[in-house]
């Protein structure tokens, strides 16, 4: 727990404090979600996981769009950033058509006002990575919206430079993860604005819990292909016929530790470094 901060905000997974007037800590905890629902057990380290995670690719899109990281604290699941005024969307980018995309596609051939080809099955790559805005939904679930909406909810001109830069971000780490054996489906941003009004990568970024990771070498279309991380843990689920609202099942010792080697794969496959030394001293991530 960070000593004399303010409590400020809770997600599903994620604990929110105030530093002091120009900073934030955000903290990731060891919970997993799955069909959106918490589950009583946690995944050991899997918040670390994330939070390095995030920390080696804020370090690696700086020169892209600069980012809320100040730094990392020893405990590896607690990042100091600055305070931003955050933009009321959720910038995702999709290179691959599942979920909300491929339900929307099915329905209308397009997803966000991008007309696509006809013909594409579940799971495809798309021909281009698409910007595909979304509202935040206090509670339940994020709803797609065309760029018109997105406009008036930060303006046209906001608009074409988050949909510029989260492209250009989705495209870097997409292409550093596809090489790794890592396909990056999707993604979510969230972007605020510093004091002078310029645009900020805040949140956490391009890691497992705000995207689609799949594994390469399982990939196929068709279907919905098998999250690189909670597989273990959702095909657990499917084995109790859980009617899939909390309260979640707990998860045997197996379904623990294989989840939690997922994550610290993911993690290695990406960065290029050792779990071990990413505990030893977490700012390695950052260099
Ligand atoms: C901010 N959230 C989401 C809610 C969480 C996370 N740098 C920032 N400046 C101002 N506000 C935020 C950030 C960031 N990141 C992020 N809400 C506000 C959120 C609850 C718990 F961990």
Redesign the pocket.
């Known amino acids: 727990m960070p000593e004399a901060a303010l409590h400020?905000?809770?997600?599903k997974v994620?604990?929110?404090y105030a530093l002091d007037e120009e900073r934030?800590l955000?903290?990731?905890s060891d919970r997993v979600s799955t069909f959106d629902v918490v589950l009583p057990t946690d995944i050991p380290d899997k918040g670390r996981v994330l939070t390095g995670l995030a920390g080696f690719w804020f370090a690696r899109t700086q020169e892209i769009c600069p980012n809320?990281l100040l730094a990392l604290r020893s405990d590896g699941r607690s990042t100091e950033?600055?305070?931003?005024?955050?933009l009321p969307i959720e910038c995702v980018v999709r290179g691959f058509l599942a979920g909300s995309g491929w339900k929307d596609y099915t329905a209308t051939g397009a997803v966000c006002g991008h007309a696509l080809p006809a013909g594409l099955a579940e799971a495809a790559e798309l021909p281009e990575p698409i910007f595909t805005p979304a509202t935040k939904a206090e509670t339940g679930h994020d709803e797609n919206i065309d760029r018109e909406q997105a406009a008036e909810l930060v303006g046209a001109e906001r608009l074409a430079e988050v949909e510029r830069v989260s492209i250009a971000l989705y495209r870097h780490a997409a292409d550093h993860a596809r090489q790794r054996g890592i396909i990056i489906a999707d993604t979510k941003f969230?972007f605020?604005l510093d004091d002078e009004g310029r645009l900020?990568l805040?949140?956490?970024a391009l890691t497992p819990d705000s995207s689609r990771f799949w594994p390469a070498d399982e990939y196929e279309t068709g279907g919905s292909p098998p999250s690189f991380d909670k597989q273990f843990v959702r095909d657990y689920c499917e084995t109790l016929g859980w009617g899939k609202t909390a309260p979640g099942p707990e998860l045997p010792d197996a379904v623990v530790t294989g989840t939690r080697a997922r994550y610290v794969e993911a993690f290695e496959r990406l960065t290029g470094i050792v779990f071990d030394d990413y505990l030893t001293d977490p700012e390695v991530v950052l260099r």
């Open positions: 400020v905000g809770s997600g994620r604990e929110l934030l955000l903290v990731a809320h950033c600055r305070r931003l005024e955050m969230e605020g900020v805040g949140d956490e």
